[in-house]
């Protein structure tokens, strides 16, 4: 979060390109400020004589220079905190200005008095003239040029010097002529020598090449592209060194406190501030760089509430969170860690503040636009800043719930698995037990079968053959045998201890 004001600055700085792209001009707060001008878009779709391509493209990318050079120089003002911006002429509806090609404005909008600026992308002719000094010293029309001229930054050393040559030139003819009694001319050669090195201090760099210009008017949308990548490494190399310091000072002063408690030796100690350092400076860059392409392209949007939203903790928060969550999904992907693990490691406080970050941008848009509607337009600064806050604490609120319920039922899917996995594992003992005892209740029962089946058999065959003959103690012998075979004792074993019973009244028969 140290890094949310770092990211809108940079971002809104790199928007600015992004802008001159689109034909778009937003304020810092994301509202419209209007553009009536031209757009690199646009000049890359006005059509070519091919009979005069090249002079063509090299007039068309001078409209383009004019954008670019007011995104770049509206982006270097807002990076180093000035409020003024520079608008062409065209763009705040001053079409084709005698005069200027841009005007300065301040916070509010309005022009600043004496801020004109002109812009000449018109290079060098066959003879190594550079065509703007001779433009400012010839034209008739001369005392008109009462402002700075913008050119090429990569010719600007060359028209200086060439100025100052064609003034040495001229002085050198206006004493040779002097010398001959010729003081008018010799005069005119002077006071044209004079303009010359004037002329040096009408022009100044600007801030891209001819070359520059050329590849705005031909590949637009590369070169914006290109533009805002730069910016936002920028950004997070300078986001990058500022976290490797912080961190790297804390982490040594903990580790030297190590060092001095004899809780670690001094190359363990070193080697831990450089792991954390460069941890830090890595984790500090990417967000820098990332949340700065996410905020300039959130400033750009067509929807006022995306452009709302961006100038909250979203684009820093959205950053991190893509960081963290990166870390996490590699670690899970490896095995490393659990689904639970893996959203507990995502945090709360990310999650939830992601959450409170889009709701505080649309609970700004919403109470601005509710505030103008009951008070007017001067209430919506009060409007978005309380709308704001309570977006920001409801969806915090909401997700903070939402968040413990989804890590309750996470836990609780875990507790189940486990569970069902102990009740897996009773089963298949008790499967495997209920196994082993049909296999050996199969061989009891084979067993005994066929004993048993001797047995009856012998029964029986005995019983049958002593029933033909009236053998009545064979008949009881074979009734033995079966009683013994099952280890019971018969009440009879023949004959006359069975008639014995019979006469006896008292006798008790034993089943």
């Given at each position: 979060m140290s890094l949310a004001e770092h990211i809108q600055r940079h971002g809104e700085a790199a928007s600015q390109m992004i802008q001159a792209n689109k034909g778009v001009r937003y304020h810092a707060s994301g509202m419209d400020l209007g553009h009536k001008g031209r757009s690199l878009q646009k000049i890359s779709?006005?059509?070519?004589?091919?009979?005069?391509?090249?002079?063509?493209?090299?007039?068309?990318?001078?409209?383009?220079?004019?954008?670019?050079?007011?995104?770049?120089?509206?982006?270097?003002?807002?990076?180093?905190?000035?409020?003024?911006?520079?608008?062409?002429?065209?763009?705040?509806?001053?079409?084709?200005?005698?005069?200027?090609?841009?005007?300065?404005?301040?916070?509010?909008?309005?022009?600043?008095?004496?801020?004109?600026?002109?812009?000449?992308?018109?290079?060098?002719?066959?003879?190594?003239?550079?065509?703007?000094?001779?433009?400012?010293?010839?034209?008739?029309?001369?005392?008109?040029?009462?402002?700075?001229?913008?050119?090429?930054?990569?010719?600007?050393?060359?028209?200086?010097?060439?100025?100052?040559?064609?003034?040495?030139?001229?002085?050198?003819?206006?004493?040779?002529?002097?010398?001959?009694?010729?003081?008018?001319?010799?005069?005119?050669?002077?006071?044209?020598?004079?303009?010359?090195?004037?002329?040096?201090?009408?022009?100044?760099?600007?801030?891209?090449?001819?070359?520059?210009?050329?590849?705005?008017?031909?590949?637009?949308?590369?070169?914006?592209?290109?533009?805002?990548?730069?910016?936002?490494?920028?950004?997070?190399?300078?986001?990058?060194?500022?976290?490797?310091?912080?961190?790297?000072?804390?982490?040594?002063?903990?580790?030297?406190?190590?060092?001095?408690?004899?809780?670690?030796?001094?190359?363990?100690?070193?080697?831990?501030?450089?792991?954390?350092?460069?941890?830090?400076?890595?984790?500090?860059?990417?967000?820098?760089?990332?949340?700065?392409?996410?905020?300039?392209?959130?400033?750009?949007?067509?929807?006022?509430?995306i452009r709302c939203l961006g100038n909250s903790c979203a684009p820093t928060v959205v950053a991190t969170s893509m960081l963290q969550l990166s870390k996490g999904l590699i670690r899970f992907a490896k095995g490393e860690i659990t689904p639970e693990e893996l959203f507990a490691e995502l945090g709360e406080k990310s999650i939830c503040s992601l959450a409170a970050g889009l709701g505080s941008g649309l609970g700004g848009l919403a109470g601005s636009e509710l505030a103008a509607g009951i008070g007017g337009s001067g209430m919506r600064a009060f409007g978005s800043v309380a709308g704001g806050v309570a977006g920001g604490m409801v969806t915090y609120t909401l997700c903070c719930a939402l968040y413990h319920n989804i890590s309750r039922v996470i836990k609780e899917e875990k507790l189940v698995q486990e569970r069902r996995k102990y009740l897996e594992a009773v089963c298949a003992s008790a499967v495997q037990k209920m196994d082993q005892c049909r296999v050996w209740l199969d061989g009891y029962q084979e067993q005994n079968l066929r004993k048993n089946q001797c047995i009856f058999r012998d029964f029986f065959t005995r019983v049958d053959a002593a029933v033909a003959v009236n053998d009545f103690d064979g008949i009881c012998n074979g009734f033995q045998r079966l009683g013994q075979a099952y280890g019971y004792q018969m009440q009879f074993q023949d004959y006359q201890e069975f008639d014995q019973f019979m006469r006896d009244e008292h006798a008790v028969l034993h089943l």
């Open positions: 779709e006005y059509k070519l004589n091919e009979r005069m391509r090249e002079q063509n493209i090299k007039q068309q990318a001078g409209f383009s220079a004019e954008l670019v050079e007011e995104a770049r120089k509206n982006q270097r003002n807002i990076l180093e905190g000035n409020k003024v911006r520079l608008r062409t002429t065209d763009g705040i509806g001053q079409t084709n200005h005698q005069q200027y090609d841009f005007v300065e404005v301040d916070e509010n909008g309005s022009v600043i008095p004496a801020s004109g600026i002109q812009m000449k992308f018109l290079g060098v002719d066959k003879a190594g003239r550079y065509t703007v000094i001779e433009k400012i010293v010839k034209d008739p029309d001369y005392k008109k040029y009462d402002t700075v001229i913008e050119i090429p930054k990569d010719q600007y050393d060359g028209a200086v010097a060439y100025a100052e040559n064609q003034a040495q030139k001229l002085r050198q003819q206006a004493e040779v002529l002097r010398s001959r009694g010729n003081l008018v001319k010799s005069e005119e050669l002077e006071a044209k020598a004079d303009q010359y090195l004037d002329s040096v201090n009408k022009i100044q760099k600007s801030e891209l090449t001819l070359e520059e210009a050329r590849n705005a008017r031909l590949h637009p949308d590369e070169f914006t592209a290109k533009e805002v990548l730069g910016s936002s490494i920028e950004a997070g190399l300078q986001a990058m060194t500022a976290a490797a310091f912080f961190s790297g000072t804390i982490s040594m002063a903990q580790n030297m406190m190590a060092v001095i408690a004899g809780e670690k030796d001094l190359g363990c100690a070193v080697a831990d501030t450089l792991k954390t350092t460069a941890g830090a400076g890595a984790s500090a860059m990417f967000v820098g760089t990332a949340g700065t392409v996410l905020k300039a392209s959130m400033h750009t949007s067509k929807a006022q509430f």
